[in-house]
């Protein structure tokens, strides 16, 4: 029988020490794996213990909710960098107003214009 070496362990996939192939966890209270394409016998004592640390880049599995967590991370950091026009808001009377753009309705239609008072925070839009 092999004993258990780093060489055929990675991470959590076991290989067989004599011909490479990939072998299957050993079911119940048998300790021995046996490959299928060798016959070579390995003892797993201790295998199941050890702990496996993985990690994955931030877009290796795409959802929904990621992407929805991408684009409201997008308009936070879009928003600091708002036009200003010179605009009265009719809360206020301020004379400056920010503003930013969005195609909401269809494309053969005007984008909308978000309008925000510097001053006091009034909201408005106004389809173009």
């Given at each position: 029988m092999s004993t258990q070496g780093p060489d055929n362990i990675i991470g959590?996939?076991?290989?067989c020490p004599e011909c490479g192939?990939?072998?299957?966890?050993a079911g119940g209270d048998?300790?021995?794996?046996?490959?299928n394409q060798c016959s070579c016998a390995f003892r797993t004592a201790g295998v199941e213990t050890a702990e496996v640390v993985t990690t994955s880049s931030e877009r290796a599995?795409?959802?929904?909710?990621k992407s929805k967590r991408h684009a409201v991370q997008q308009s936070?950091?879009?928003k600091q960098a708002r036009a200003i026009i010179q605009e009265?808001?009719?809360?206020?009377?301020?004379h400056e107003m920010e503003?930013?753009?969005?195609?909401?309705?269809?494309?053969d239609e005007g984008q909308?214009?978000?309008?925000?008072?510097?001053?006091?925070?009034?909201?408005?839009?106004?389809?173009?």
């Open positions: 959590s996939l076991i290989f192939n990939l072998l299957d966890m048998d300790d021995i794996l046996l490959c599995f795409q959802s929904e909710l936070k950091e879009s009265k808001c009719p809360n206020c009377g301020h503003y930013h753009t969005m195609q909401l309705r269809s494309a909308t214009v978000f309008y925000n008072c510097k001053k006091c925070g009034y909201k408005y839009s106004v389809n173009n």
